[in-house]
């Protein structure tokens, strides 16, 4: 699969069959290469999160940059400009693929979600693809600090929907660090996550969705907490 390609296919729904707007869009999706550019229906821009004219014109300025180093620098610095979520997401998942060291993207992750009218579904997004990124091998000389900003987001969180969503994520953690062959080498992980979710615990029993994957866990891995 191709670094950070996004080909848009664009669908306006039959709004008689389907009962949905004129304007009712498929975003860009990461997709294989060969996978062409589809135009169902001539439609109009939309606005907002709907503007996918807008979106699809920032993501390919983007991916017209010669360079991987050019394209990691300009998605660093969209993620904070976008003006729409989607576009937030194509930028973490470019980062991603471009395999940007934790140095430049945790900062950027850092100041980007510092912003307090950051949605909860860009929130939560972001968290789960640093866990993804994490379980999947990335960032391997840097997981105490990937653990840090895993935990200052946790930690920091009001909303019980979005604590819960974060808890499930870090569950993901722990699951990673328990496998046999790499125990040894991922305790420090292991251990940093344990830490965040202890000093969490007794305010998280207030909410019984909360109190329930606590106990889940302790029942997983006994000791750990």
């Known amino acids: 699969m191709t670094q950070g390609l996004y080909r848009p296919q664009i669908v306006q729904w039959d709004r008689v069959s389907r009962g949905c707007p004129v304007d009712e869009l498929i975003v860009p999706r990461l997709c294989d290469p060969g996978w062409p550019l589809t135009v169902t229906k001539a439609l109009p821009s ?12 920032d993501i390919v300025a983007v991916q017209a940059l010669a360079q991987p180093s050019q394209q990691e620098s300009a998605w660093l610095a969209y993620l904070e400009r976008a003006r729409v979520d989607e576009g937030r997401k194509a930028a973490l998942r470019s980062l991603l693929q471009l395999g940007t060291d934790w140095n430049r993207l945790g ?35 840097s997981q105490g600090a990937v653990a840090a900003f895993l935990c200052r987001q946790f930690m920091s969180e009001g909303r019980t929907g979005l604590v819960l969503q974060y808890l499930l994520n870090l569950n993901l953690v722990l699951k990673y660090t328990m ?47």
């Open 46 to 57: 939309g606005t907002g999160e709907r503007d996918l004219a807008a979106l699809i014109k």
């Open 107 to 141: 900062p950027a992750l850092d100041r980007f979600l510092a912003n307090p009218a950051s949605s909860e579904a860009i929130r939560a997004f972001a968290f789960g693809i640093v866990v993804f990124g994490l379980t999947g091998g990335r960032w391997a000389q």
């Open 179 to 225: 496998e046999e062959a790499h125990r040894a080498a991922r305790e420090p992980l292991r251990r940093s996550i344990a830490d965040c979710l202890r000093q969490r615990e007794a305010s998280a029993m207030r909410s019984p969705e909360l109190a329930q994957q606590y106990q889940q866990i302790r029942a997983m891995y006994p000791g750990l907490l």
